[in-house]
């Protein structure tokens, strides 16, 4: 199993990235797949998510209407589109493959594969 995450760099506040994550080793179609991101000193954090298909995506409200994931199945890829960067999106962002744990109370994502990171830096 094999995440490979790109395309992080060093953005002026206000730009943008998009970064790839690309999966190799399982059955990326059948897995939700995840974003997250640690700054440093700080714990990791939850970005967003994209089911299966790619129809359902949801967002923490730090980046709700500026962050955008997407998938490719076709090419096992998973995007997150990034735009209108703070300084405090600056941080590690990895890709995870999600399990899914459904209940009465509802539907529970736990990663179980992780990418090595790609580095965000948000500067002037």
């Known amino acids: 199993v094999q995440l490979v995450e790109s395309g992080g760099g060093l953005v002026q506040p206000g730009g943008s990235l998009r970064l790839s994550c690309a999966a190799s080793?399982?059955?990326?179609?059948?897995?939700?797949m995840s974003w997250y991101r640690q700054a440093p000193g700080k714990e990791r954090e939850w970005v967003g998510r994209?089911?299966?298909?790619?129809?359902?995506?949801n967002y923490a409200d730090s980046v709700k209407g500026r962050f955008t994931i997407s998938r490719d199945n076709a090419k096992n890829t998973v995007y997150l589109q990034m735009n209108s960067l703070k300084s405090e999106d600056t941080a590690v962002y990895y890709c995870?493959?999600?399990?899914?744990?459904?209940?009465?109370?509802?539907?529970?994502?736990?990663?179980?594969?992780w990418g090595q990171g790609t580095q965000v830096t948000v500067s002037s």
């Open positions: 995870s493959a999600v399990s899914e744990r459904r209940t009465d109370s509802g539907t529970y994502y736990s990663p179980i594969y």
């Open positions: 080793g399982f059955a990326f179609s059948g897995y939700a």
């Open positions: 994209i089911g299966r298909a790619g129809g359902i995506t």
